[in-house]
């Protein structure tokens, strides 16, 4: 199995920016679909992006981060990243990358239970 290593977390003030990167070192990356989520205490673990490209190039944002957060891929170096702007306090969390061999649409792309394979998490703090 390969494991997605997450990177870029750190501690910024509200208002800033962050990029995450996410690197998927697997050959047949470009089948792969990608996804970012992020996990708090108090909440269940929340969808935030995802990216897909072996049957359609499709991109997905939740929510809360739709217009502020920008997830994009580069298949040849195996990487995914996450653009992170105008952070605010309620965006700290454990931030994942989470990735499967296939390909997915609409709201199925949010389902945790979906993807397999499991970054250990980067952690985002915003400060006020």
């Known amino acids: 199995q390969v494991q997605p290593v997450e990177s870029g977390g750190g501690l910024v003030q509200a208002g800033d920016s962050l990029r995450l990167s996410c690197v998927v070192s697997a050959r047949t990356f470009s089948r792969f679909s990608v996804a970012w989520f992020r996990q708090t205490p108090r909440k269940e673990r929340e969808f935030v992006a995802s990216?897909?490209?072996?049957?359609?190039?499709?991109?997905y944002y939740g929510e809360a981060v739709q217009g502020r957060f920008t997830v994009s891929r580069v298949n040849s170096n195996s990487t995914v990243f996450l653009q992170m702007n105008s952070l605010k306090p309620e965006d700290t969390a454990v931030y994942y990358c989470?990735?499967?061999?296939?390909?997915?649409?609409?709201?199925?792309?949010?389902?945790?239970?979906?993807?397999?394979?499991w970054g250990q998490g980067t952690l985002v703090t915003v400060s006020s």
């Open positions: 990216t897909t490209t072996r049957a359609a190039s499709l991109i």
């Open positions: 989470a990735a499967f061999d296939g390909f997915c649409s609409g709201v199925g792309c949010r389902d945790r239970r979906l993807y397999n394979l």
